[in-house]
């Protein structure tokens, strides 16, 4: 089949387009036959090696988080999926490889596609709106009448979790440039900051939760936005020694993951807010409610472009600008 290989790790080095054998079917997994894949910056990440010490996928190896697509095959095992079955997911991590014409999913990570989207459009969702649900519903246990800031609202994870926030009946505040003011606000949010004008810090205050997607500076100036007792939830970093533990990282790693995020934890502390990194998960039932969402008319997806297959490569070059209006797709079939 044909698949996106990393034949080493390297700094915005090129993926290969390639052959690569068929993947090979667990009792529990469902084949798929991928119609679309999402990109997300994570690919990039795992591409130039910064996750090698934490995911350590051995090249070759296929890169892909993101896939909508057909069941053409299940394994023994499986009960929820059959044959023909339309259905997306984000693999769990160790088994991604989404940029290729098949891919075997353990059927615990998928759940069928939203029938009023597209493949395309249904490839965009699962890693963003996984993100969006696992910080908001499950970390910052997020109430109807709180204030959460959704930083990047213009981006693939700020899109999502804007409509999912307004949904749970939270007021939303999100950052964005001038040129994405507008985007926002269609999406639902109340405050919408525009970074080329004002310092969100400055305007924003007493808030329940802060999602962070931007850098450390971004995430300390977020401190002063929460009421004490606030969640500052950070998906770009630094880990924190709760993550080092759920990933089972060796005592070296976990004292390394101490030390990177003990500045931020200090601080947090002095501001009598709690700071906890997220690194989302795969998960078929948390997505069988994003798609009860979607088909209810509630989220939409928010797409910027789909590239062919083959321009794979340029479609992660583009998503690397940083300046993505959401997400951005291949259609591989
Ligand atoms: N830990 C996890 O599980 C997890 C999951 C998903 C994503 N992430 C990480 O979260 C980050 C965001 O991911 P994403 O997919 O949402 O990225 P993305 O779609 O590439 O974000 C692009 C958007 O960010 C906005 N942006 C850039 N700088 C900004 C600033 N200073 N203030 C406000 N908005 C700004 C841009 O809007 P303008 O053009 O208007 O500036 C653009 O629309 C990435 O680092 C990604 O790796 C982590």
Redesign the pocket.
């Known amino acids: 089949m044909k698949a996106f290989i990393v034949d080493q790790y390297k700094k915005k080095g090129a993926l290969r387009l390639g052959d690569m054998p068929e993947p090979v079917l667990q009792d529990d997994d469902v084949l798929v036959q991928a119609h679309a894949a999402g990109l997300?910056?994570?690919d990039?990440?795992i591409r130039d090696g910064e996750f090698k010490l934490i995911l350590p996928y051995r090249p070759p190896f296929i890169l892909g988080h993101d896939v909508a697509g057909t069941v053409v095959r299940v394994g023994s095992k499986v009960g929820k999926f059959k044959p023909g079955d339309e259905i997306y997911a984000r693999p769990r991590d160790g088994r991604v490889g989404t940029f290729a014409e098949l891919i075997a999913l353990n059927e615990a990570d998928v759940a069928l596609k939203p029938k009023n989207l597209s493949m395309e459009e249904a490839a965009s969702i699962p890693?963003?709106g996984?993100?969006a649900w696992?910080?908001l519903v499950e970390r910052a246990n997020l109430q109807k009448g709180q204030k959460v800031l959704i930083?990047?609202?213009?981006?693939?994870?700020?899109?999502f979790a804007i409509q999912l926030a307004k949904h749970i009946g939270a007021t939303v505040a999100?950052?964005?440039?001038?040129?994405?003011v507008e985007l926002a606000r269609n999406l639902g949010a109340d405050v919408v900051v525009d970074?080329k004008k004002e310092n969100?810090e400055k305007v924003l205050s007493g808030y329940d939760a802060v999602l962070n997607?931007?850098?450390g500076d971004?995430l300390r100036k977020s401190l002063s936005v929460l009421k004490p007792g606030g969640k500052l939830i950070?998906?770009?970093?630094p880990p924190d020694p709760d993550f080092a533990r759920t990933q089972g990282l060796n005592w070296f790693l976990r004292q390394v993951l101490r030390l990177l995020s003990s500045g931020i934890r200090r601080k947090a502390k002095r501001h009598r807010v709690n700071y906890s990194?997220?690194?989302?998960?795969a998960n078929g039932e948390q997505l069988n409610q994003i798609t009860s969402l979607i088909e209810a008319g509630i989220i939409r997806p928010v797409m910027?472009r789909v590239f062919p297959f083959e321009a794979t490569n340029e479609a992660l070059t583009y998503?690397?600008?940083?300046?993505?209006?959401?997400?951005?797709v291949v259609k591989v079939r």
């Open positions: 997300n910056l994570l990039s990440k890693l963003v996984l993100t696992q910080v930083h990047a609202g213009s981006g693939g994870v700020g899109t999100t950052t964005t440039s001038t040129a994405n970074y969100f997607s931007l850098d971004t950070s998906i770009s970093g990194f997220l690194f989302m998960r910027d998503i690397e600008t940083g300046r993505s209006k959401g997400k951005v």
